[in-house]
């Protein structure tokens, strides 16, 4: 069973950067693929990125393409999501998860395992 803790959130201004972390436990990690989703006040949960479990292969949603850059820690059990240029519309709870499989999919219900997310919000 892999658990998973997210960090990194926090109070920026637009066009500030923040980097997230998602750190997980269990020996399995590296076999599955990793999902970055936000979920907005009052917005269904959305995708945001995605890395495969194997060869650092990446999917990013249109909105964040440019800005956002997932990356893996193949020797560890973190994965990061530095955001750049971050806009208001980009203020979310944020989690990480994991899906039983390598490739980095972009379908929330591809994914099983969730962690608690940690909050973003930027402000104008």
């Known amino acids: 069973q892999v658990r998973l803790v997210e960090s990194g959130g926090g109070l920026v201004q637009a066009g500030d950067s923040l980097r997230l972390s998602c750190a997980a436990s269990?020996?399995?990690?590296?076999?599955?693929?990793v999902g970055w989703f936000r979920q907005a006040p009052g917005k269904e949960r959305e995708f945001v990125a995605a890395?495969?479990?194997?060869?650092?292969?990446?999917t990013y949603a249109d909105s964040v393409k440019g800005r956002f850059t997932i990356s893996r820690d193949y020797t560890g059990n973190s994965v990061y999501l530095q955001m750049n240029i971050l806009q208001p519309e980009d203020t979310a709870v944020y989690s990480c998860a994991t899906r039983p499989g390598i490739r980095p999919l972009a379908q929330i219900w591809e994914y099983d395992t969730w962690g608690q997310g940690t909050q973003v919000t930027v402000s104008s």
């Open positions: 269990g020996r399995t990690f590296n076999m599955y693929a």
């Open positions: 890395i495969s479990a194997t060869d650092g292969s990446t």
